[in-house]
Each structure stands twice: as C-alpha cells, then as structure tokens.
Nanobody, 125 residues
Framework: QVQLVESGGGLVQAGGSLRLSCVAS????????MAWFRQAPGKEREFVAA????????YYRDSVKGRFTISRDNAKNTVYLQMNSLKPEDTAVYYC??????????????????WGQGTQVTVSS
C-alpha cells in the first residue's frame, strides 16, 4: 500500500524555523518527483516546492524562495522541507505529495498521485 507520512509541524513564532519530513513507502519511491503543498483555512491548496528523485531538480513558489529549502534522502525514501524566517502567512496544513508522471508540470496538484495526511504549521506574530 502506498503511503506518505509527514511529520515536523508545530507552533513557532514569526522568524523561527521548522523542518518537515515526509517518508515514502518503497512503492512511492519509484515516483518521478515529490512536492509539498499547503492549504490555509478557506483557501485553495497551493504549491510550495518540488524536487525530482533522480537529479534533485528543485522548484519553488516565489513567496518561499530564499526561505524554504526542499531536499531528499534517497537512501531513506525521505523528503524534507526546511522552513526558515517563517511568517504568519505561512500558517497552513502542509501536505506531501508524490508524482509519477515525468511531465515538467510541478505546481498543479492534479499532477500528483498520492498524498500524505498533512501536518499543521502555525506561525504566530
């Protein structure tokens, strides 16, 4: 059974840091790329960052560039999202997702086949 399990969310003050982790099952590991999305209350799910498993190419939404870093550990089947200089507007449930298609479309959630259960990130001002 395909599984993605996120961890690392929590409550942090503005300017602080958190690191999210997403462990993928072996079957999911054969996917092309992994991504983080987030969804705030009353808003649509939005792309945050993505990384390809093989070459480690990365993609970010503009508002997190320079603050967030996505990385992967192929040996551990794990993808990370290091979030620094957090802002209250980063508050959301963060989801890990897996994409099997090797298309160059990373920002559309419809491209992703499997999703984790989400982890809450709350940034206080």
């Amino acid at each position: 059974q395909v599984q993605l399990v996120e961890s690392g969310g929590g409550l942090v003050q503005a300017g602080g840091s958190l690191r999210l982790s997403c462990v993928a099952s072996e079957r999911t590991f054969s996917s092309h790329a992994m991504a983080w999305f987030r969804q705030a209350p009353g808003k649509e799910r939005e792309f945050v960052a993505a990384i390809t498993w093989s070459r480690g190419y990365t993609y970010y939404r503009d508002s997190v560039k320079g603050r967030f870093t996505i990385s992967r550990d192929n040996a551990k089947n794990t993808v990370y999202l290091q979030m620094n200089s957090l802002k209250p507007e980063d508050t959301a449930v963060y989801y890990c997702a897996s994409k099997f298609s090797n298309s160059n479309i990373y920002r559309n959630p419809n491209e992703y086949n499997y999703w984790g259960q989400g982890t809450q990130v709350t940034v206080s001002s």
